[in-house]
C-alpha cells in the first residue's frame, strides 16, 4: 500500500479514530514513547566467554573431531 492510498483511506476515518491514527504514526518516530516519558534503553547483552571457560576445563589440550573420526575421514 503506497503512502498516498494510505491518506485516502484515512481520509474516509472519523476525526476520533483519524487522530488516534497519527498520534499512533507520531509515536513511532517519538522515543519517548506514547506517555512522553523516556522509553526503556537497550542494553546488550553479557554473553558468556565460551572459549575462556572451554580452556579452564581442558587447558591447552586439542581435543578431536570426533565426526570425522568416526566417518573414518582426516581434517583437510
Known amino acids: 500500500m503506497t503512502v498516498a492510498q494510505l491518506l485516502e483511506r ?14 499512533g ?3 513511532l518516530e517519538d522515543p519517548r514513547g506514547k506517555n512522553g516519558r523516556p522509553g526503556r534503553r537497550r ?13 579452564r576445563i581442558d587447558g591447552d589440550r586439542v581435543l578431536p573431531n570426533l565426526v570425522l573420526l568416526e566417518r573414518g575421514e582426516e581434517a583437510y
Do not use: F, Y
Not at 484515512?10 to 498520534?23: C, I, N, Q, S, Y
Not at 546488550?44 to 565460551?50: F, I
Open 10 to 23: 484515512a481520509k474516509t476515518l472519523p476525526k476520533r479514530l483519524r487522530d488516534r491514527l497519527v498520534r
Open 25 to 27: 504514526i507520531l509515536a
Open 43 to 55: 542494553t546488550h547483552a553479557a554473553w558468556p566467554d565460551v572459549e575462556a571457560r572451554a580452556k
